[in-house]
Each structure stands twice: as C-alpha cells, then as structure tokens.
C-alpha cells in the first residue's frame, strides 16, 4: 500500500471543542428546545457550560441533525459558521490573528487545525492569480446526507479570513462537492454572497492570489510566537494521547500487499503483543478496532481515487471473499461499495484526496 495521509484521531474521540455547539445554541428559541438537542448527542447544558468539555464528532453530527430539525432548516449550519469569530477558538485565533500575511494565518490554522474544529484538512494551491483553498475530509465524514459538515466548514473559513484579512476581503468563489436542489442553491449561494457551484470534485474556496501575502495591520512577532507555542502545547497533549493508536494505524495502513499482524506492529513497535494490547486497552480501543478503522479509510480512498474494482480492493483489504468487503462497507456506510462511490463523485475518480501540485499543507 502506497502512503495514505491518515489522523489519529476517530469519530468517537472527545477532542473537539463545544465552540460550534455553543455557535448554533444562541439560535434556538428555548432552552428546553436546546436541552433536548444536547440529549441527542448525549450532552446536557451543564456539559455545555463547562469550557472544559470535549466532543466526538459523532456527538457533534447527531446534535447539529438534532439542531437542525428543531429550527426546520437544513442549512443551519452556513448560519452557525458566520457566528465562528476568531474569538471562539481562544489562544490559537490570536495566533491566527497576529500572523504577519495570511498565507502565514493559513498554514497556523492548518497547522493547528484540531484546535479550531477543522474536520477538513486543507491544501492551498496557486494558479497565476488565483489561490485555490481546497478542503479535503480527513475523517470519512463524506456523505451526500452529511453536506451540512461542509456547508459549516466553509462558512467558518470565510468568517475567519474576514476577521483576518478585514472588511474589504471577499472570495471570488466557492465550489462544492454536494448536491442541492434548486432552492437549496439559491439560498447557499444568497447566504455566501459569491458565486458558488455545486455537485464538484472538490470543495474550495477560491480567492485572488494577491491576498496571500499581504501584510497583516495586527500581525506581531512575539505575540504570534508566544500564542503558537501555546497552541503547540495543547496540540501535543492530545497527540500524546493517541499516540500509539496512531502508529498502530500508520503501520496498518503502510504494511504492503499483506496487512501486518497485532505480533508484527508489536515487533516493531518493541513492544511485547500483551504490553501492546494493553497500552491500546488504556486508550478504549484494540488492534481489530483500528483494523476496521484502517480498512474503512482505504476502502473509501480506493473507491473515490482509484477505478479498482470491489473485488480487487476486497483482495487489497485481506477480506476472504468480495462478499464479506460488500458487507463490511455496508454496516460502514450505508451504502454498498458501487453505490457510494457514486453518490459521491458519479462514478469519477477523481482525485479529491491528492496533494496540488503547487503548495500543500496538510
């Protein structure tokens, strides 16, 4: 197997900030409207008001369906990502802030991506005048049910730059990887206030290139040095957490033609298989647990980039028969293998997870 970019980090793992819950709460009419929706990602308002509580993505994904059936409107999300100031994600959106050009802003939000709720990683590519800021799922959130994660993505993004770049910014475009209907796309499109098309390869937002390097009136060195050793702090606290899982998964993902036993990741890990079981036990997880994981990331990366048949990935999987691989995807996805692949880019495989060519951050 080739090198597949991956994160430790998996949809059950409390690491995200309650930021985005919060965002959409003060649109609500009552608290007893917003009680039950916590509930539905089993949180309650005590937990909301805490600063210190966390979140899994599942927990966000059922609270925001929740949030959007009680306000009747399934574009909440565009709403919630204008009220996501820099303010909302503490010290690293004044590291943000004080970045001297926003290529700079950029690659610290990239960098540090986990501490502003990203669920998208990002890759800016640069073509004459034209800057191209793809959004690309890194966490197999892609569904044409779950277009709501990137209408909140991109609706962040750009409240971001505004805060960043000022007043005067504005994208000249946005493209989108999701269905809508008519209506749909006229209220995205009025919501945005720019161009936007819809049903594409990938999600992007598109700017002039010239905004990259412009210097910033807030920038300030030592602020910005002093706010991303900080955010570097908290980000290695959560890494350190994973840390094993997410060897234990680069190595499933990199094993070659025949994935690596628990014994072989153990051998090279220099660990004995019991002390290995036991360090991942700590962390609520397993070696199958992270197979399956492992297995769902390659299999839904073959089905988008490559033209490989179910077969032929079933086989790349180490599934006994293409049955099985059908079945696994299913209680996955939802979806049998042929047809997400395309529900998601109509039978192309294009190659929405690829590094650009030009300039990459991931």
């Not at 009680?70 to 009220?83: E, Y």
């Not at 399956?292 to 048949?309: D, F, S």
Request: proline share 3%; aromatic share 8%.
């Amino acid at each position: 197997m080739g090198q597949i970019e991956t994160t430790p980090i998996t949809l059950d793992d409390k690491v995200f900030s309650t930021a985005e819950i919060l965002a959409a709460a003060g649109l609500l009419g009552s608290e007893a409207q917003l009680s039950e929706c916590l509930a539905a990602g089993g949180m309650s308002l005590a937990d909301l008001a805490n600063p210190q509580s966390k979140i899994s993505l599942n927990q966000q994904s059922s609270i925001h369906a929740a949030f959007n059936r009680a306000a009747a409107n399934p574009l909440l999300s565009l709403q919630v990502g204008k009220r996501l100031h820099l303010t909302s994600y503490g010290i690293v959106g004044f590291a943000m802030l004080s970045s001297a050009t926003w290529r700079e802003a950029l690659e610290t939000a990239s960098h540090f991506g986990l501490l502003i709720n990203l669920k998208m990683s990002l890759h800016l590519q640069v073509e004459n005048d034209v800057a191209m800021l793809q959004l690309s799922d890194q966490y197999g959130l892609i569904s044409p049910e779950n277009a709501f994660w990137y209408h909140l993505e991109v609706s962040k993004l750009l409240t971001l730059l505004q805060d960043i770049l000022g007043r005067e910014f504005a994208c000249e475009g946005i493209e989108l990887a999701v269905q809508a209907n008519a209506q749909e796309q006229a209220d995205i499109q009025a919501s945005f206030g720019v161009p936007v098309s819809f049903t594409r390869e990938r999600t992007a937002i598109r700017l002039a290139a010239h905004w990259l390097d412009s210097k910033l009136p807030q920038s300030n060195s030592i602020t910005h040095s002093s706010c991303k050793a900080n955010c570097q702090a908290q980000l290695r606290e959560i890494v350190q957490k994973y840390d094993i899982s997410y060897q234990v998964q680069n190595l499933l993902l990199n094993s070659g033609d025949c994935i690596a036993s628990l014994s072989d990741i153990a051998d090279h890990l220099h660990l004995s298989p019991r002390t290995l079981r036991r360090r991942l036990d700590a962390l609520g997880t397993s070696y199958n647990a992270l197979l399956v994981e492992v297995r769902k990331k390659l299999a839904i990366r073959y089905l988008l980039n490559t033209p490989m048949t179910t077969e032929a990935i079933s086989e790349q999987l180490n599934y006994s028969d293409a049955a099985n691989f059908r079945h696994a995807f299913k209680r996955w996805t939802g979806r049998s293998p042929r047809e997400y692949r395309v529900l998601n880019n109509g039978g192309k495989y294009a190659s929405r997870f690829a590094q650009p060519a030009a300039y990459g951050m991931a």
